[in-house]
């Protein structure tokens, strides 16, 4: 089979850029599995819900959707905590069966595409902005700026998380927590509170990771199952708790995706992510960079 | 009562109805209706044999449902074999899917097998939407046969079969709960690091639920395709069969046979009510809501509700007869 | 020929070396008694030795066998037992049932071991008998006390029929009388013929119960003989009481 270069670098470099995307989507699921151990499969549907708050936003006032999904990341994060202060008190403390808590993220998730089906109806939603359309050419290589710029902007949201991590107080708590909670107790910090911090901001992402995807593709309720495979795929592939780990590893999931895509039709891309991800799981459960 | 007498007055059970209700019941709708109510007490029963018992949440529900639907439309287009053999064979290739995918991940945390088959049930679905043999995304019709084997119209014949499912799983589940395995699987979702030390072999016992598991959802989905006579991935993957398996049984109780029915049988009937009053949507988020309700504020459903009025009342009995010699044993 | 022969074992968390090269033999009989500072390597080694955790290196030999490759639930049947550190009940099931898991799956699993249905019910009474726990036979574990949940622990190790069993930490704070009461339950298993090796951090038990001490440090047997002997060793007390 003849396969063209030109084909092939643009969908490397679409791979590329896809990866960002995908590294702000996984963010969340990092903080709250890889750090927190708390399995939240119902993320896609709070990435949604960013999705559709850019889209009300914009479509009806016309402002830029990143504004929207920055000044929606305080909302989240207050939606977050929220959800871990139930999440803690139904489970947690109850020392609960794993398979509570599961189901109890499922019927969020489930609820949670089934409120956007009643409110927003099955049909695609896309956002307007000046970026949406254009490209940028080097040489062969088209960079569409729809792709690019939530790329960058997602590149930026993880390196600056993984500063306030490494030098602020919380940040430093938060890592302390993920690695024993025990020893946090005892030095009279309340674990409670920072890991309800942790997961707000794990659920203030979403804001931001919602937007990028509506910026991306239209969307619609139901495309969030798309990406349970994919943000658990990257987060243990990445080793869990390491972020250039997980951006290394959404880069490759990305690359892939794009040139199954563009080679054999796009409906393939979520086995890609799940190949992976059993291939991860059955080989080495410690993901690419090692813990 | 023992294993043997509750075949029997369940088989006893299964008759009557069967009896009765062919003989009495005159409106075809009801057939059409009790067939869903039956199909999800078989959906229930075979989740809560990975779930309740054992401990492992299985979201890919519709993955294994969907298999044996598309098993048999494949046998319906390549041969003439009845649709028993179908639904054995429906069972065999999820029973074989279950094998697989829990060879692969349940070495690892529940936690992992669980995500695993949220997104297998994905990848079925892209398999199957671009297997244009079975109709891919444009669906397939299936006629109906005119002649059903035993008297009567084809959907009673199809409602007798699922009620002939419905006694075997609940037999089955029963079964398994009184016997070594169950006694092994309810060690393993206890505390399967202990139950490994005390010599039960966890991985074993896990993929024969998986399997048993997968292989009795396969079974019931089997006749699907001469229940709708059109068959599309977006119907046969429809979310309800994910939140429906996980619901019914977290709602009825986990612990014991009688949960899954329970969750079966109510939900199931409210849903069929609903769906002619109020619009699918509402409806399944209504289940949802249920779901998330019951999981925090009554986490053993309404078994377990029903127990703990059961201890309560006998709590209050107690406390009235006068307390043993305490303080002769202190000395 | 020892009933437990250990040679070279090495255990690593990724950089994090646990246990390292560590040599031990057990004979038939022995009261082995195991201690060391917290984060040592005690558990590591017990878990190693009973296939909840791979060891890398070294060969571990079991009554002639090789238990290399073999799984927990494999080596429990071979006849190595263990009770938990933090005790792990079965809590949906009452205690009858929890012996009954050990005895269903461990002693009916062995070849010419069957009991009846009704002999298993017997013998599961008849052992939490022996721990003192009839009268809360058909109770949850949650209606038991600290010191009754460390002593169905040892029953439920008790009932797979060990030839060894490692007793990890299962006096941990528990109050003098209920030391003696489990430290009882132990000689009696040991006259029984069962070899068992003690974990513990109460020195006072494991000095009176001991005929062998072996001390771990770092991951290091630093140790290994007479219990009086061990103890005076400089390097065992540099270890518990700092340099």
Excluded at chain 1, 51 to 58: F, I, Q, V
Excluded at chain 1, 82 to 92: G, I, M, S, T, W
Excluded at chain 2, 145 to 174: C, E, T
Excluded at chain 3, 128 to 133: A, E
Aim: proline letters at 4%; one cysteine or more.
């Amino acid at each position: 089979m003849f396969v063209s270069l030109d084909l092939l670098l643009n969908a490397i470099v679409a791979g590329l850029l896809l990866g960002g995307f995908y590294a702000a989507v996984t963010l969340g699921i990092t903080i709250s599995f890889g750090m927190l151990d708390i399995a939240n499969i119902a993320q896609p549907a709070f990435i949604l819900l960013g999705s559709y708050a850019a889209y009300t936003l914009n479509s009806n006032w016309g402002i830029d959707p990143i504004l929207v999904g920055v000044a929606m990341l305080p909302v989240f994060f207050v939606i977050g905590m929220a959800v871990y202060r139930l999440y803690y008190y139904a489970f947690e403390r109850r020392g609960e069966q794993a398979i509570q808590g599961l189901a109890f993220f499922f019927g969020l998730l489930f609820v949670g595409e089934v409120s956007l089906v009643l409110v927003f109806g099955v049909d695609y939603r896309f956002v307007e902005a000046s970026y949406i359309g254009p490209s940028l050419h080097f040489w062969t290589i088209d960079l569409p700026l729809r792709m690019l710029i939530p790329c960058l902007v997602s590149l930026l949201m993880v390196a600056l998380l993984q500063v306030y991590l490494t030098h602020s107080f919380i940040g430093r708590a938060i890592l302390a927590v993920s690695q024993d909670g025990l020893a946090l107790q005892l030095m009279a910090a309340s674990p409670i509170r920072i890991k309800q911090i942790a997961f707000g901001i794990s659920t203030a992402t979403c804001a931001l990771a919602g937007t990028f995807l509506i910026i991306i593709q239209p969307v619609e309720p139901s495309i969030g199952r798309d990406y349970i495979g994919r943000i658990f795929a990257i987060c243990v592939l990445g080793g869990m708790t390491s972020f250039p780990g997980m951006v290394a590893a959404a880069m490759l999931i990305g690359i892939v995706e794009s040139i199954t895509a563009t080679f054999y039709g796009p409906s393939w891309a979520p086995a890609v992510a799940f190949g992976f991800l059993l291939i991860t799981l059955a080989v080495r459960p410690a993901g690419l960079l090692g813990r | 009562m023992r294993t043997g007498t509750f075949w029997l007055v369940l088989i006893a059970v299964g008759i009557v109805l069967l009896v009765l209700s062919r003989a009495l019941v005159l409106n075809e709708y009801f057939y059409f209706a009790a067939y869903v109510v039956l199909q999800y007490i078989v959906l229930s029963t075979a989740w809560n044999i990975l779930g309740g018992y054992t401990g492992y949440t299985n979201f890919g529900t519709a993955a294994f449902f969907a298999l044996g639907a598309y098993t048999a439309v494949v046998l319906h287009k390549t041969t003439a074999v009845p649709l028993p053999l179908m639904i054995v064979a429906g069972g065999a290739v999820s029973g074989i899917v279950g094998l697989g995918m829990g060879y692969l991940t349940l070495r690892l945390r529940g936690v992992f097998f669980a995500i695993a088959t949220l997104a297998m049930a994905i990848v079925v679905q892209t398999l199957i939407v671009n297997w244009d043999y079975v109709g891919g995304s444009r669906g397939i019709y299936i006629i109906r046969p005119q002649q059903a084997p035993l008297v009567g119209s084809y959907i009673q014949y199809l409602y007798s079969l699922m009620l002939i499912m419905a006694v075997l799983s609940v037999g089955i589940a029963r079964t398994i709960e009184r016997s070594r395995l169950g006694l092994g699987f309810a060690a393993i979702r206890d505390d399967e690091q202990a139950a490994e030390a005390g010599g039960v072999p966890t991985l074993r016992l896990k993929l024969i639920a998986t399997t048993l598991s997968g292989a009795m959802m396969g079974m019931a989905g089997a006749p699907l395709p001469y229940y709708v006579t059109y068959l599309d991935p977006a119907s046969s993957f429809n979310l309800a069969y994910a939140v429906n398996s996980v619901a019914m049984p977290v709602i009825g109780g986990m612990t014991s046979w009688i949960g899954p029915v329970i969750g079966a049988v109510l939900l199931g009937t409210i849903q069929q009510i609903a769906t002619v009053t109020i619009s699918s949507a509402l409806n399944l988020l209504i289940v949802g809501l249920l779901l998330i309700f019951f999981v925090i504020i009554a986490p053993n459903g309404i078994v377990g509700l029903v127990q703990e009025l059961r201890r309560l009342g006998e709590g209050g009995r107690r406390a009235k007869a006068p307390a043993p010699n305490v303080k002769a044993k202190a000395g | 020929m020892p009933l437990l022969d250990v040679n070279g074992l090495g255990k690593r968390f990724g950089g994090f070396v646990a246990l390292e090269h560590i040599d031990l033999a057990i004979d038939a009989g022995d009261r082995l008694g195991l201690i060391g500072p917290n984060g040592s390597g005690k558990s590591t080694l017990v878990n190693c030795l009973c296939g909840t955790l791979h060891n890398e290196t070294g060969s571990v030999v079991f009554d002639g066998r090789r238990l290399d490759g073999l799984i927990a639930h494999q080596r429990t049947r071979m006849g190595l037992a263990r009770s938990f550190q933090l005790p792990k009940p079965f809590r949906t099931l009452n205690l009858i049932d929890n012996i009954r898991v050990p005895l269903l799956y461990t002693v009916n699993a062995r070849a010419g071991g069957h009991l009846s249905a009704a002999a298993v019910e017997e013998r599961s009474r008849e052992l939490l008998h022996q721990v003192g726990l009839s009268e809360k036979a058909t109770r949850l574990p949650r209606d038991l006390t600290q010191v009754e949940m460390r002593k169905l622990e040892l029953a439920r190790a008790v009932a797979t029929q060990p030839r060894l069993l490692f007793a990890d930490e299962a006096m941990a704070g528990l109050s003098p009388s209920e030391v003696e009461e489990i430290l009882a339950v132990l000689f009696r298993l040991n006259e029984e013929g069962i070899t068992i090796v003690l974990i513990e951090h109460i020195m006072r038990a494991v000095m009176s119960f001991s005929t062998r001490l072996v001390v771990l440090v770092a991951g290091q047997k630093i140790a290994d003989g007479d219990p009086q002997e061990a103890i005076r060793n400089p390097e065992v007390e540099r270890a518990y009481l700092g340099e």
